[in-house]
């Protein structure tokens, strides 16, 4: 009976150090990224010891468990989230657990859960750790972009050999910073993609550049912000929520261009969509720009005298043209003036008899 005293005390406080390692051994300095972990096991029971049964230190050697099975405990420990709770947009976390005992042939299926719908799901074979009686295994999530509450979430599913476990990670979000013109970074990029798919004509660099300082004014415009070529990070989080976008007054025109003058903005439209979406400057309120249905019907490359470049006209003296500059309010002689860094691919995308749309 004395033996069977010793062993449960020992069980019991290896137990609680054992639960108590995750947090204790990824402890971060100030500064630095400070993992998400948590540590879930079912509840186990300890074995019952086997009378008379000793190992080598003299502790009771406990009976196997009545259904067969290996008890199991888990760990799992979440890398790239920050102080508070977040990770950088564009950037994925990283994720690594324990299960012990080791059992050969294991698998831990890992999820990640986004507002309970399910974005990854892998089941990798646990490896066992050279010297130990327990099995590593990994994960990746993947780029984040998109805001919300995420989580990781590792099952032991119940097999012949070993007990089921289930482990949860502690929920983390998505950052967004502020981004400003001469930028550069991997992040940058990111902003410079989303900007793109939401339609709005950027570079594709890691670069704030000239495209996406226009393309920002852009999305302000369209999204009745301030007139500036800042990137803040609401601006960030709607494109990455997938908000924000041009909706076009005539989906139904087929390949058009619609010109919006209360908003300052030129959309090129294919497909029912806004595919590309530009900053301009229309008629002053001395010189305004017509308004009503027209077609293209000239095509002038370069420069002409008037300091119009890659011109494409659309009824007599009226067209759309790259000038500079391109103030963020109406201020041309009646054209439709697009960014000089936009204007030969405005050129290219326009075909002769293309329908144009002009309205406030």
Same mark, same amino acid.
């Given at each position: 009976m004395g033996g069977c005293r010793v062993w449960i005390l020992v069980w019991s406080l290896s137990v609680g150090v054992a639960l108590a390692l995750p947090g204790a051994a990824?402890?971060?300095?100030?500064?630095?990224?400070?993992?998400a972990s948590s540590t879930t096991t079912t509840g186990q029971a300890p074995p019952a010891a086997t009378a008379g049964a000793t190992g080598q230190s003299g502790a009771a050697v406990p009976t196997p468990p009545k259904d067969g099975r290996a008890p199991a405990h888990m760990s799992i420990a979440v890398h790239g989230i920050h102080k508070d709770g977040? &990770?950088?947009? $564009?950037?994925?976390? !990283?994720?690594? $657990?324990? *299960? +012990?005992?080791f059992v050969p042939g294991e698998h831990v299926r890992l999820k990640l859960v986004q507002k309970g719908k399910v974005l990854r799901n892998v089941n990798p074979e646990v490896n066992k750790v050279p010297g130990k009686d327990k099995g590593r295994f990994n994960f990746h999530s993947g780029d984040l972009i998109a805001p919300g509450s995420y989580k990781v979430i590792a099952e032991h599913e119940r097999t012949a050999s070993? +007990? !089921?476990? &289930?482990? !949860?990670s502690k929920k983390f979000g998505v950052e967004y910073p502020d981004l400003d013109p001469g930028n550069r970074s991997s992040v940058v990029r990111?902003? %410079?993609? *989303? *900007? %793109?798919? +939401?339609g709005y004509f950027s570079s594709h660099g890691k670069k704030y550049n000239v495209r996406t300082r226009w393309a920002v004014m852009a999305f302000r415009k369209v999204n009745g912000m301030a007139r500036t070529y800042n990137a803040n990070p609401k601006i960030f989080r709607k494109l990455a929520a997938n908000k924000g976008k041009f909706h076009l007054k005539y989906p139904g025109g087929g390949k058009h261009v619609e010109v919006d003058i209360s908003r300052q903005v030129m959309a090129l439209a294919k497909h029912g969509k806004a595919q590309h979406v530009f900053a301009v400057s229309t008629g002053a309120p001395a010189t305004p720009t017509i308004r009503g249905h027209f077609h293209f019907y000239r095509k002038d490359p370069g420069y002409n005298s008037e300091g119009m470049y890659y011109s494409v006209y659309f009824i007599r003296g009226y067209a759309t043209h790259g000038y500079d500059p391109v103030p963020p309010y109406n201020a041309s002689h009646g054209c439709v003036r697009n960014p000089i860094p936009d204007s030969i691919f405005i050129y290219n995308w326009i075909s002769l008899g293309d329908s144009i749309w002009v309205y406030k």
């Open positions: 990824f402890a971060q300095g100030p500064g630095t990224p400070a993992p977040k &990770v950088r947009v $564009g950037k994925p976390v !990283r994720a690594f $657990g324990y *299960l +012990r005992p070993q +007990r !089921r476990v &289930v482990v !949860r990111t902003f %410079n993609q *989303l *900007l %793109n798919k +939401r």
